[in-house]
């Protein structure tokens, strides 16, 4: 089971990093992995939707629909997310979530 801010990516992780150019470029650099986040707004060149796109309250719905969350609890488990990046706000919660 996934809390509803996890079950909505803002990015996609690689198990990888690959060097940038003049340092042995595509070379493997390390297995620390790396974070590319997914576009703020829909692009033609990047198939991930944004993650204002992608919401978190229906995934609460889900999991209260399920019975594995109280739907009273949706606005407190919204509230309580981490913003999808650092400096920025959290996924917006659709009007009428959690009822």
Do not use: K, Y
């Amino acid at each position: 089971m996934n809390l509803p801010h996890v079950a909505v990516p803002t990015g996609t992780c690689a198990g990888w990093n690959l060097r940038r150019a003049g340092f042995a470029e595509g070379g493997l650099c390390s297995l620390t992995g790396s974070f590319m986040p997914c576009p703020e707004t829909a692009d033609a060149t990047d198939g991930r939707a944004p993650p204002a796109e992608r919401h978190a309250d229906a995934a609460a719905q889900s999991l209260a629909d399920q019975r594995l969350m109280l739907a009273a609890d949706i606005p407190m488990v919204m509230g309580a997310a981490p913003p999808a990046r650092p400096g920025t706000r959290p996924v917006p919660v659709r009007a009428g979530a959690g009822g």
